[in-house]
């Protein structure tokens, strides 16, 4: 907020958390359901007088007066309304919800009108056109750049007639993601299984056994309780010996949020997405085809690397192919495994595939992943990871005392050499009810220089899902964590440093802001390189029982292990993308049917995968990522960026030949300065070649992958 803004504040909004935090942080566990709708009102009314000064004719087109001033009113209102949608998707009630739904329209048709407003478009191209342009920053150029493209993508160019349509559909489509997402946790939430004989708990580790009685405590029943999140559910999956039970569990996940769902637990038809999704899918062809575009795959390519719409399907394509022998080969010995060590002799079904691959991963490699998970307390594995980013990044990273929303929440400040404070952000660790699965990194405050020549410091969220620590025999144990979800906190503390490292000073474009959405995942996916060297893990690793750190015998199983399945896991990765690309560039919605989506999403798992799919199976009915977290046709952009980072990790094993270590500051020095300082000031394909000093080449991601 500007001080402007705090200081004209009515009598009403002078207590309202949402308003009063200024350029500070927000206090979070304030923020009530009945703040939201005159926080918002407000807001939007400051950002709209905003706008109004900005396309006044009197108005003159230079960054100070036009560009700076909206710059700041949206972004207060922004900011605000981002405390609200980290809360929705970290601390959902039904009251909160409501409220958040509620303004959700409000918000979408503001940044909607804001995209097509003709008369500020015009303004921007004045200022593109004019002499000041060539004085601003090449930050700030850039911004002026991708504003100008936005509004086009935004409408700005389309007829009077044709703006309310476009407009609604953005509306329309904002209130289907949100209801997708709500299908989806709902359909999470909803469904326990109790399981009142222990006997029918046979191989599933100490720990998920001890979470499990403690979930039924919380919710008063007597026996052990299982549920659909994932630390709950996936031990299931992978050590469970009682089939009966692996199966229960894999039918009731893999039919969340569809019409089949109401066969199992508590599911509900009102959760059901499948009319969501084709909803969604033509109202985005609609809205690419007023702007232009043969379709919606088309259009996201508009600010992406990739350059036309066959590159990203041969693309995808041609690594299937690459990944397929590799695939059946996987497919074939964990079904011989399955049927001459475990005695599954009808037919390796899916709810068995993750417990054999976990018995086969035993007996090739002898260590089990819960055996592993014991080397990973979560306070080592942070101290580790910190000591990487210290170590490379040549910075300082503390405990904080920020105000959080949970009481699990911790909160760290990021120090330059000379002992600053630099950035902040939270790490959100543990799963729980209200919070929505899987793992992210969000931005709840972007670095800028702001009016009054003060530099506004980046705050990021972390926010994972890991099994939170349980009571055994009375005893709070340190909570450990799976080598997996090592590589997970890993991956986002990599787009975390993205956005908390940038030196650039304009909003727009300063840390992940206006990068690529196919190049953004490239310094997460480079930060999991380091999950696999022993230099790093030998100090981020002790037992939660000994002390002893990880055995070097056993490093060097995992490390044997590490392509372990790669090739259908790669495969797997592929279907998913192929399938979100082909919705979004070949499947004609105006004749499909409710089930077009997933004969869609079948046909190309027939066509690319190994593993048989059931006919139960709706996991498209909670692909998220596409329906509801902002990756419609850009799923494919987590490996085109694995090709990226895979490149730009092998600059660090270069200089390990040198020097021996991958832990090199020079190096890391060189990556934070050409990559992760610069933010999207500049295009990434300039960033990548600045710092590897050629094109990218998919040969470091093969051979990593053992694909080669």
């Known amino acids: 907020m500007t001080t402007s803004l705090a200081n004209t504040l009515p009598a009403e909004l002078q207590n309202n958390p949402l308003v009063i935090f200024g350029r500070g942080i927000a206090a979070y566990s304030e923020v009530k359901p009945e703040h939201i709708a005159p926080a918002i009102e407000y807001l939007l009314k400051h950002a709209q007088d905003a706008v109004d000064v900005a396309v006044n004719p009197n108005t003159a087109p230079t960054w100070e007066t036009l560009a700076e001033p909206l710059e700041d009113a949206t972004e207060s209102l922004g900011r605000s309304w981002g405390v609200i949608s980290h809360l929705n998707s970290v601390a959902d009630t039904p009251e909160l919800r409501a409220a958040y739904g509620a303004m959700l329209p409000k918000v979408t048709a503001f940044f909607s009108s804001l995209g097509q407003n003709l008369d500020l478009y015009k303004k921007f191209k004045e200022l593109s056109k004019s002499p000041d342009f060539a004085k601003l920053s090449s930050a700030q150029k850039k911004v002026i750049e991708n504003s100008l493209r936005d509004f086009r993508l935004g409408g700005a160019e389309l007829s009077d007639a044709d703006k309310p349509r476009f407009a609604q559909i953005q509306d329309e489509q904002a209130t289907l993601g949100k209801a997708f997402s709500d299908h989806v946790l709902d359909a999470t939430d909803g469904f326990v299984h109790l399981v009142t004989d222990k006997a029918e708990l046979v191989g599933l580790p100490e720990d998920t056994v001890a979470a499990a009685a403690d979930t039924a405590q919380q919710k008063n029943l007597q026996g052990w309780a299982f549920t659909l999140h994932f630390p709950s559910y996936y031990p299931v999956m992978q050590y469970s010996e009682n089939r009966a039970l692996r199966r229960l569990m894999y039918e009731a996940y893999v039919t969340r949020a569809s019409e089949l769902a109401p066969q199992y637990g508590k599911g509900k038809l009102d959760w059901d997405n499948t009319k969501n999704m084709l909803e969604q899918l033509r109202l985005r062809d609609e809205e ?8 919606y795959a088309a259009l996201s390519l508009a600010p992406k690397m990739a350059n036309s719409v066959e590159e990203v399907d041969s ?12 695939a059946l080969k996987d497919w074939k010995e964990l079904s011989e495994f399955a049927k001459t060590e475990l005695s599954i002799t009808d037919g390796l079904e899916p709810w068995d595939v993750a ?32 000591q990487v980013i210290q170590t490379l990044f040549g910075v300082k990273i503390e405990a904080a005392s920020l105000p959080t929303w949970h009481a699990d929440v911790q909160s760290f400040s990021v120090k330059n050499a000379k002992g600053n404070i630099v950035a902040y952000f939270y790490l959100d660790p543990y799963a729980r009810p209200g919070k929505r699965g899987g793992a992210w990194m969000d931005d709840a405050r972007g670095r800028r220089v702001l009016p009054n020549g003060e530099i506004q410091i980046p705050v990021a969220y972390l926010v994972c899902n890991f099994a939170p620590p349980v009571k055994v025999d009375g005893v709070l144990r340190q909570p450990t964590i799976t080598h997996d979800d090592v590589i997970t906190l890993f991956h986002e503390s990599g787009h975390g440093l993205h956005h908390l490292l940038t030196q650039v000073s304009a909003l727009g474009v300063s840390g992940i802001n206006g990068v690529e959405w196919d190049a953004v995942e490239l310094p997460s996916q480079f930060m999991e390189n380091f999950c696999w060297e022993w230099e790093v893990l030998e100090k981020m690793t002790a037992h939660a029982e000994t002390g002893k750190p990880l055995p070097r015998e056993l490093f060097e199983k995992i490390l044997a292990a590490k392509n372990f399945q790669n090739g259908y896991m790669t495969l797997r990765q592929i279907v998913m993308s192929l399938t979100d690309w ?12 409710d089930q077009a989506v997933l004969d869609l999403s079948r046909a190309i798992a027939d066509q690319f995968n190994v593993i048989p799919q059931p006919a139960i199976s709706r996991w498209i009915n909670t692909f ?67 710092f590897r000093g050629r094109e990218p080449s998919i040969d470091a991601l093969l051979r990593h992958g053992g694909l080669a």
């Open 355 to 386: 417990f054999a691959s976990e018995r086969l991963k035993q007996e090739r490699y002898s260590f089990s992943e819960n055996e592993l998970k014991q080397y990973f307390p979560l306070p080592k594995v942070l101290d580790g990871l910190f």
């Open 315 to 326: 693309f995808l394509t041609n690594f299937a192919q690459k990944a397929k022998p590799f």
């Open 624 to 690: 998220s990522h596409i329906f509801a977290g902002g990756y419609a046709a850009g799923y494919y952009s987590y490996k085109w960026a694995e090709v990226l980072s895979a490149d730009v990790y092998s600059a660090f094993e270069e200089a390990a030949k040198l020097t021996g270590s991958v832990l090199d500051e020079k190096t890391g020095a060189r990556y934070r300065e050409e990559i992760l300082e610069v933010g999207g000031s500049r295009p990434a394909a300039d960033s990548f070649k600045a």
């Open 582 to 593: 082909r919705l979004h560039s070949s499947l004609d919605t105006k004749d499909a049917n």
């Open 288 to 295: 690419a085809r007023m702007l232009g575009f043969k379709n």
